[in-house]
């Protein structure tokens, strides 16, 4: 088991940043994708940007050029760093851990970001 802890959600004015981050504990396996999802209120899940451990990422379209994901392996821990945000960034934002070893994946509790007009 993977456990997950997110902070650094809050409320912010469009145009602003914020800086996501996400611990992990537990069975921490060597090879792994961690990153984050978001999902507004009566919609679908979606990933927002992941990482390998090799250093690989991937990122929603919506947030190129905006978002930059990164990790500190040692420490287990994410970052998420969020610039120029806008209304439409407005979610839950859920970090997520996929080991490559066993294909279990483990999801944190959420923190909510809220972006003003």
């Known amino acids: 088991q993977v456990q997950l802890v997110e902070s650094g959600g809050g409320l912010v004015q469009a145009g602003g940043s914020l800086r996501l981050s996400c611990a992990a504990s537990?069975?921490?396996?060597?090879?792994?994708?961690m990153g984050w999802y978001r999902q507004a209120p009566g919609k679908q899940r979606e990933l927002v940007a992941a990482?390998?451990?090799?250093?690989?990422?991937n990122y929603a379209d919506s947030v190129k050029g905006r978002f930059s994901i990164s990790r500190e392996n040692v420490k287990n821990t994410v970052y998420l760093q969020m610039n120029s945000l806008k209304p439409e960034d407005t979610a839950v934002y859920y970090c997520?851990?996929?080991?490559?070893?066993?294909?279990?994946?483990?999801w944190g509790q959420g923190t909510q970001v809220t972006v003003s007009s």
């Open positions: 997520h851990h996929l080991s490559l070893d066993t294909n279990f994946n483990s």
């Open positions: 537990g069975s921490t396996f060597r090879a792994n994708v």
């Open positions: 990482m390998g451990t090799g250093g690989s990422t």
